[in-house]
């Protein structure tokens, strides 16, 4: 099922915000502030509203590994709706498509520093694995009655759908002042198929702080 949210306008989780004020309000052990150091919290929210209504929720973290290689994870929840998008020929009427997607993600990241002093440094390379489970309204039945915009037929029942996708891409990371940066990431899906809810390329724009 292709989603038409492949563009998310991304902004700071509230939760990861009351992460970062509770690390600061609690006293650090000793040791223990290198590592925070290293860490950033961030993720995105997505809206989209009209004839396509979609939710995007995305929270992450990631942690400098070594040098400028970086690794993350994060969770996704999506939900989504296509008025009027499959046609039931019993009811002679339109069925709205309405979904929900959830799973969980990891990246890895390699900034340009070590190479340019310079803005040149803050762009990065971006490897990711998603694993989402997707809640189809209908089942796919060659003999069913109710026919999406591709003539695939399917009837009445919810089934749930294994979705892998694997990007890759690059991005550039811009600094806000203090430890808070913005993120601007172009990424391919390399596993595009019929269910991915995302259309190649997928553009995401995200902000995030660093602990």
Avoid at 41 to 65: F, H
Avoid at 114 to 132: M, P
Avoid at 166 to 189: I, K, M, T, W
Wanted: contains cysteine; aromatic residues 18%; charged residues 20%.
């Amino acid at each position: 099922m292709k989603h038409v949210m492949n563009i998310r306008i991304s902004l700071m989780i509230l939760f990861s915000m009351l992460c970062i004020f509770s690390f600061a309000q609690e006293p650090k052990k000793k040791g223990s502030g290198e590592f925070w150091h290293r860490v950033s919290v961030g993720g995105s929210l997505g809206l989209q509203l009209g004839d396509v209504t979609g939710i995007v929720v995305s929270p992450d973290v990631k942690v400098r590994i070594v040098s400028q290689f970086y690794g993350g994870l994060g969770f996704t929840y999506q939900y989504i709706r296509y008025k009027d998008y499959y046609y039931d020929t019993k009811a002679a009427d339109y069925v709205d498509f309405r979904s929900n997607a959830y799973g969980g993600r990891v990246f890895l990241r390699y900034y340009l520093r070590d190479l340019f002093d310079n803005f040149l440094g803050n762009i990065f390379a971006h490897a990711e694995y998603e694993y989402i489970d997707f809640v189809q309204p209908l089942s796919y039945d060659p003999a069913g009655s109710v026919i999406d915009p591709y003539n695939n037929k399917f009837s009445p029942k919810s089934e749930h759908l294994a979705i892998n996708s694997l990007f890759v891409g690059a991005g550039y990371s811009q600094p806000l002042g203090g430890r808070a940066f913005l993120d601007l990431l172009v990424l391919f899906n390399l596993n595009d198929t019929y269910n991915s809810p995302y259309s190649n390329p997928v553009i995401r724009i995200g902000f995030g702080v660093g602990l």
